[in-house]
């Protein structure tokens, strides 16, 4: 590797690591309610949002009411979205004559469920189908609500595994509102304006018509770039503003900027290890977690970067070796600025942290370099995750180490000093097979229907094949990238991701606050010789294989025909 | 239940007036205060005309201007289309089409391998730069068009050449539409229609 490139995985490495203690801290102190250095500016905020919806934020709710919050909040969303963008022909800074993708009603409703998912999957191009009504009223303000609806079931599963003898996980309204105010807007607004100031635009003006140094015409698109650009990555969620999302000079201008997105989308997933740890009292606990996932990142990072400076051996005539005048490597659909180095941090991160966004075409990656990604979307949203759903399912993972590893040394499954009775594993069981049950059959019918067949429009083959599989796979997770080849704006395909959003956001979100009102009414047994140490090393190990174990066991066959298959056949 | 209906309506409208409207207004308005060109897209105006963004790519194809990387966005560098290929690594169709590109590019340089940046398109399909290799690529071409000494040329390309932010961050890049202004400037082309 080359010597840029490691400094820049380095520092970014860095950055998430000292970071996490002292941001896991505040994160705690502001879902405990404790006080913070933002309590002067955002109590006030509070107490009138409490005031305007009539929430009492001294209520407490068992994990059913919790849930049904969560599903209640998520939906009025959805309908408010779905609103706003088959009405935006009617609505301010609408644009006809570009904004000239017809808002269908599959469109609208696909995008509506997948905005207020942190999915933000796009069957759609930003900058010729949405208004700069629809992209703040609408999406913006989605970015920001979903992503703090996915923060509180984060902390109020921690509240689960952390509390005893408890029938409640806390309260929605709460958490919600807390993490809008004290987290997500502080950081969207320092973050806009540093965005800004390294070139990203912020304004209304209609799109600026110009007249090329050769006499052509060039329309260039503008809009309220920034405000969207910082939440779309702090609230995991990525969906671009324009089509070429963060690849788009407006949205990522800078080398800078993009290493800063980046951060923007981990250092809240990673904090909330520490926050786990401290909730449990248990420090160790969330250490190990981090420690996962870094080695899951890593490894899947130097993959990547070795695949992608390789370069695509099919080219003929053209230099791609790494030099002090250029990056080299396959450089196809991906920037200059960024190079091999910026495209496969963002590669990687993004398909990590179910993040929509990307700064380089993924479908244009090496067969290797996509299978990673591919299998990053795959591994379930362990590491890092999306904001708060992410460490819940690396608790789930370690729930089920546990109870295997338990098998194996005939120890009792605990953790954490309780039980993983039969309820409990009923739920785990339900989190961990309902991925592989949806996104499996959805891509057996897509591929052997002529309406999912028709996707394939610029590439065939096991390529094609992976286009479909990486769409549902990106859905259920709720990640939202793509494999940008797949024509995805057709009912068939807005139907049936729909589905898979709908199922990766609420069929798993249930189980999980299930098995956490379950864990919650336990009491915390003090550890014995009996009791399979979790923050051990070895544990660690444990998790990590059975992570990848779990994942191939589930997915090989599909792998096999898709990049596997490319990679044999073609060499590149 | 009810109530809870009731709350999650509230709060969705709540906050979207916080969220998705006075929040994006006040980010606007700081950043037109305290940053106007870069809020404003970095519009390059020349004798009153909007001439393009000095952050977006212009396509070049007059032999006397260094040429951008090919684009996948509309037409071509379509500032209101952004988008890449999405040609698989193996698809035929990027394959021939890097043969076409390095055949024509090798017409000035024969028998050199092209800088891959020069004939893969970006992400976006509007990557304002080239790597420093490929303008260094097209300096013959250009310098013969322009009837100027190569030297002075690449000494033009090192002005222009970004490096890397901070020292360490991204790669070392050339910005084509700022070249080619200079270039005009200083070098202007001898028979002008030759530019189409």
Known sequence: MDLYSALQYALFLVIVTALVQPLGEYLERVFSRKSTALDRLCLPLERLIYRVTKVDPDAEMTSSEYAICF??????????????????????????????????????????????????????????????????????????LAGAAGLAIGIAFIRGLARQLSETLGNFWVDLTRALLWVLLPGALIGALFLVWQGVPMNFHEYAVATSVEHDKQVIAQGPVAALEIIKNLGTNGGGFFNA??????????????????LAIVLLPAALTHTFGRMVSRPQQGWLLYWVMIFLFTFGLLFVHYSEQRGNPLLGGVDSQRSGEQSGGNMEGKEVRFGVGGSALTAVVTSNAATGSYNAMHDSFTSLGGLVLLANLLLGEVVFGGLGT???????AAAIAVFLAGLMVGRTPEYLGKKIGPCENKMVMLYALAAPMLVLPLTAVAVSSRAGLSGLQTNTGPHGFTEILFGYASCFANNGQSFAGLSANTTFYNLTTAMAIMVGRFGLAIPALAFAGLFARQRITPSSSGTLPTDSLSFGVVLTAFVLVVTALSYLPALALGPVLERLLFGA | MKKNLITSVLMTIATTILLGIIYPLVVTGLAQLFFKDKANGQLIVQDGKVIGSRIIGQAFVGSGYFHSRPSAAGNGYDAANSNGSQLG???????????TDVAA????????????????????????????????????????????????????????????????????????????????????????????
Not at chain 1, 245 to 262: D, F, I, K, R, S
Not at chain 2, 93 to 99: A, E, F, T
Request: include cysteine.
């Open chain 1, 71 to 144: 599903v209640f909040f998520g939906l009025a969303g959805t309908l408010l979205l779905y609103f706003i963008l088959r009405l935006q022909r009617f609505l301010p800074w609408y644009f006809p004559q570009y904004q000239s993708t017809p808002m269908s009603p599959d469109l609208a409703m696909n995008t509506a469920i997948s905005f207020s998912t942190t999915t933000t999957w796009q069957a759609y191009a930003g900058e010729n189908t949405m208004s700069y009504f629809s992209q703040m009223v609408g999406l913006c303000a989605q970015n920001f």
């Open chain 1, 245 to 262: 999302n963060g690849a788009h000079p407006y949205e990522n201008p800078t080398p800078l900027t993009n290493l800063v997105e980046m």
């Open chain 1, 390 to 396: 992410g460490l819940v399912s690396m608790v789930m």
């Open chain 2, 89 to 99: 690594p193996t698809n035929q169709h990027l394959i021939d089409r890097v043969k």
């Open chain 2, 105 to 196: 590019n090798q017409a000035d340089n024969p028998g050199q391998p092209v800088p891959v940046d020069l004939v893969t398109t970006s992400a976006s399909g509007l990557d304002p730069d080239i790597s420093p290799a490929a303008a260094a690529f097209q300096v013959p071409r250009v310098a013969k068009e322009r009837g100027i000494d190569r030297g002075e040329l690449q000494q033009l390309i090192a002005m222009h050449t970004q490096a890397r932010q901070l020292g360490f961050l991204g790669e070392p890049r050339v910005n084509v539409l700022q070249l080619n202004l200079e270039l005009d400037q200083r070098y202007p082309l001898r028979r002008q229609a030759k530019a189409r």
